[in-house]
């Protein structure tokens, strides 16, 4: 498993960012010994990250996001308040789900408009249907390469159905999740977007592939 240890400066920051859009996502859940083996602990993106990255990235005509592991649902709740798009989240852990549904309870009470826009499902992520609007799809390492893989065939067979350009937005990318993409799947990396410790640790950075249809 593949997750990035946070600074206190970011603690710092994730606290004051989750007080102004009325939610609580810092703090990790783990599974319990033995449960589940194929998904990981939830844990949330640096606020400080997300600001760099979304000042970096080339957002997508009539974006909709797909967070696969989306944990307390830090990323849905930042696109959507930051960018006022459509957002999904997909957690499979019990005890995270339960955080998601407060925070979007608390949410809709200070910006009751933008949360119409949310939808937040209890499912295991290779189950989940995507939509033919969905079109940016984000994962911090949430499961294993083998759950990776099939979540891919399933946004790769909607693509193919509904033809549209899409993202897939990797934080702190393993080298198995990069190396899928570049060799087996249909998207060709656009983008690396570094955070300031990039220099250090190459995994410090996000990475954005995109789907072109006609490819």
Known sequence: MIKKKLT????????????????????????PRGVNLDYF????????????????????????LVDYGSGKGRIIFFFNHE???PATAIEVNQAAFSHLQQNLRTYQEKFPKKAEKITILEQKAER???KE?????????????KIFKKVIERIEDSLKEN???ADIILYYPGFDYTLFLEKYSQFDLIQTIKTPMYYINNRECFK???YFPDK
């Open 128 to 130: 989940y249907h995507v």
């Open 163 to 165: 033809p549209r350009i």
């Open 83 to 85: 960018l006022d798009i």
């Open 208 to 210: 954005v592939f995109r």
């Open 8 to 31: 206190k400066g970011d603690y710092v920051d994730d606290y004051s960012k989750d007080q102004e859009m009325n939610i609580d996502t810092t703090g990790l859940i783990e599974w």
């Open 41 to 64: 602990r939830t844990e949330s993106t640096s606020y400080k990250d997300l600001d760099r990255f979304i000042s970096a990235y080339d957002v997508l005509d009539k974006p909709q």
């Open 133 to 145: 609007e969905d079109n940016t799809f984000y994962f911090f390492n949430p499961f294993t390469v």
